[in-house]
C-alpha cells in the first residue's frame, strides 16, 4: 500500500511562490493517479490539481487561473506542485492523494490513499 508524505509548505506574502512535494513510499508511483486537494479551516476539501497514472492527463480548479503546474517524476517517486503568484485565499492545508485508477479526478472521495498535508499560509 501506499504512503504518500507531503512538503514544501510555508509562509509566504501575496505573490510569493512554494512548490511543493508529494513522495511516495511503500508502491511505486507509476501505479497511480495523483491529486493536490486543499482544505481551509471552516471549508470542505477541494481538489486543486490532478495527473493522471500515465502523466498524459492533468487538470486544474478553475481558481488556479493559470498559477500552479503539476508534474510527477516516477523514477523518484515524486509528484510536485508549483505554485505561482499566491493569493490569500490560497492559504489552506494541501493534501497530496493517490487512487490506481487511471484518470485525473479533481472529486476528493475519489482518491483512495492520503498524505498528513503541508501547511500553506499566504500573509500580508
Known amino acids: 500500500q501506499v504512503q504518500l508524505v507531503e512538503s514544501g509548505g510555508g509562509s509566504v506574502q501575496p505573490g510569493g511562490f512554494l512548490r511543493l512535494t508529494c513522495l511516495a513510499s511503500?508502491?511505486?508511483?507509476?501505479?497511480?493517479?495523483i491529486g493536490w486537494v486543499r482544505q481551509a479551516p471552516g471549508k470542505e476539501r477541494e481538489g486543486v490539481s490532478c495527473?493522471?497514472?500515465?502523466?498524459?492527463?492533468?487538470n486544474y480548479a478553475e481558481f488556479v487561473e493559470g498559477r500552479f503546474t503539476i508534474s510527477r517524476d516516477d523514477a523518484s517517486n515524486t509528484v510536485y506542485l508549483q505554485m505561482y503568484n499566491l493569493k490569500l485565499e490560497d492559504t489552506a492545508l494541501y493534501h497530496c492523494a493517490a487512487t490506481r485508477k487511471d484518470f485525473c479526478t479533481m472529486s476528493p472521495q475519489n482518491y483512495d490513499h492520503w498524505g498528513q498535508g503541508t501547511q500553506v499560509t499566504v500573509w500580508s
Open positions: 495527473i493522471s497514472r500515465s502523466g498524459a492527463r492533468t
Open positions: 511503500g508502491a511505486t508511483l507509476d501505479n497511480y493517479s
